[in-house]
């Protein structure tokens, strides 16, 4: 079988050729043979809202697709479609419709039903999403915040989170399903996840919700300073201030760690930033380590986990905890050609979308 693999960024969209194959063990029907050409195409310079964006980057997706082999299925990144169960999504008209204008917030993600969905329908072959960022699998009480009426919901890294989660149960010699797992997502958005039974029983979120700052998103901060700063900044400024201007590019002036990395050395301002990141990140671990009991393992994963000495750190506070693993980068073209290899294998059944506003 044939996909074509669609992953929309803000400032980049990666493809890939995917060809996939049968399990060849019949015990684990769904471990997939799947062997992906991976191509990216830049485009830094888009601005503008979403459905602006989407002819360009339709655009530049056809021509890099022009002279692949015809697919059986097109697959893009889900986006924030409202909380759902994970698994693979059959993509509509209404989905994409909803994903353009997602009442859950805007993310370049929301382009992948569309992106998906048209080159499917020029094709004549299903789209799909697979494990959006609004996955929800919390545990009731993790939902509840100590406002009534507030309650947390599940938006973070569920695409690449599970699927390198579900890596780390086998590397310990476990079925997903059998183990728990904490997995700190650590990429341009960071976010801190407990899987227990296969599910995602509780995360801190990666979108104006809590847990470590990320590059340059705030993260958790003290409700005090919150309020002082609602009281005295436009909404949508203070959205974009919180959401691409904090974090370690608030404190330090770039969310390039590389940059950081070099920087450290001499700068002490630099140093106690990077120093607060690293307590952050092992305060989260220790915190999703804590509701699940002893976890199997720690995986650190998103394109952070390359800085080998900072993941080093967060290792020496928290390895004590459990074994701790890294996957540098992240597996989301993987898991996307995955989610629709098991539907078109017929290992899976592929989910009806419907809007929802809760669980
Ligand atoms: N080799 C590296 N060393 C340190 N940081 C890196 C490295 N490669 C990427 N990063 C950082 O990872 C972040 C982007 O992570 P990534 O997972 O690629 O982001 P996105 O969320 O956009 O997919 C950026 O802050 C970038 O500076
Ligand atoms: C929308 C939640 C997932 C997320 O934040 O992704 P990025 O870190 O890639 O922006």
Redesign the pocket.
């Known amino acids: 079988m044939i996909a074509y693999v669609i992953n929309p960024?803000?400032?980049s969209t990666k493809l890939a050729l995917a060809r996939i194959q049968g399990s060849e063990t019949p015990d684990l029907p769904g471990k997939l043979r799947v062997t992906l050409e991976k191509h990216e195409v830049s485009h830094p310079d888009l601005g503008g809202s979403l459905e602006e964006r989407l002819p360009r980057v339709r655009e530049l997706v056809a021509r890099a697709t022009r002279d692949w082999p015809a697919p059986s299925a097109i697959v893009g990144r889900g986006g924030l479609v409202g909380p759902v169960a994970a698994g693979t999504y059959r993509v509509t008209s209404e989905l994409v419709a909803f994903s353009l204008a997602s009442p859950f917030g805007e993310h370049a993600s929301n382009l992948g039903a569309a992106l998906a969905f048209e080159l499917a329908s020029h094709h004549g072959v299903p789209a799909f999403i697979v494990d959006p960022p609004t996955v929800d699998e919390l545990l009731p009480e993790a939902r509840v915040s100590g406002v009534a009426g507030i309650e947390r919901q599940s938006r973070f890294?569920a695409l690449?989170a599970r699927a390198v989660a579900r890596r780390a149960a086998h590397e310990v010699g476990k079925r997903f399903q059998d183990a728990r797992i904490v997995v700190a997502?650590?990429?341009?958005?960071v976010s801190v996840t407990a899987f227990k039974g296969g599910r995602a029983i509780d995360t801190t979120g990666a979108l104006l919700d809590e847990g470590p700052f990320?590059?340059?998103r705030a993260g958790t901060i003290p409700v005090r300073g919150l309020l002082d700063l609602v009281y005295s900044t436009p909404r949508e400024d203070l959205e974009r201030r919180l959401t691409q201007d904090s974090g370690?590019k608030g404190l330090t002036g770039?969310?390039?760690?590389?940059?950081?990395?070099r920087r450290e050395r001499t700068d002490a301002d630099v140093r106690l930033a990077i120093e607060a990141f690293v307590h952050a990140v092992s305060k989260s671990i220790g915190a999703y380590s804590a509701i699940q009991g002893r976890p199997d393992a720690i995986v650190m994963?998103?394109?952070?986990?390359?800085?080998?000495a900072?993941v080093d750190r967060v290792e020496a506070n928290v390895g004590w905890i459990a074994p701790v693993m890294v996957f540098?980068?992240?597996l989301?073209l993987e898991a996307l050609a995955e989610g629709a290899g098991r539907v078109l294998l017929g290992v899976e059944s592929a989910h009806e979308w419907k809007p929802r506003e809760r669980v």
């Open positions: 960024g803000s400032t890294h690449n997502h650590l990429g341009g958005g990320s590059p340059q370690l770039t969310a390039d760690l590389r940059e950081l990395e994963t998103g394109g952070v986990a390359r800085w080998e900072l540098a980068g992240e989301e």
